[in-house]
Nanobody, 123 residues
């Protein structure tokens, strides 16, 4: 089991910056990938950025060059630095952790989610 707690959301004006944090606890050694997703009202939850345990990153095209995902393994904390925010970035942002588990000959993956943090960008 992995528990995720996000912080750092808020209300900003277009063009400003925010940094989101997500602290993981529990079976953090089984985490193979962490990421940020966002969900606007009436929309599906979409990937924003993700980072593997090996350090490879992947970004949604709409945030590339403006957002940076990073991970502090010593603090078990994931960050999302968001610069040049746009009104269309208004959404609830969720932290995600994917774990790989083993028991005997069986392996499987699980997904864990934080409670979400609201980001509102005014024009």
């Amino acid at each position: 089991q992995v528990q995720l707690v996000e912080s750092g959301g808020g209300l900003v004006q277009a063009g400003e910056s925010l940094r989101l944090s997500c602290t993981a606890s529990g079976s953090v050694g089984s985490i193979i990938r962490m990421g940020w997703y966002r969900q606007a009202p009436g929309e599906q939850r979409d990937l924003v950025a993700q980072v593997t345990s090996g350090g490879s990153t992947n970004y949604a095209y709409s945030v590339k060059d403006r957002f940076t995902i990073s991970r502090d393994n010593a603090k078990n904390t994931l960050y999302l630095q968001m610069n040049s925010l746009k009104p269309e970035g208004t959404a609830v942002y969720y932290c995600n952790a994917k774990t790989k588990n083993r028991k005997g000959w069986s392996t499987w993956e699980d997904d864990y989610w934080g409670q979400g943090t609201q980001v509102t960008v005014s024009s």
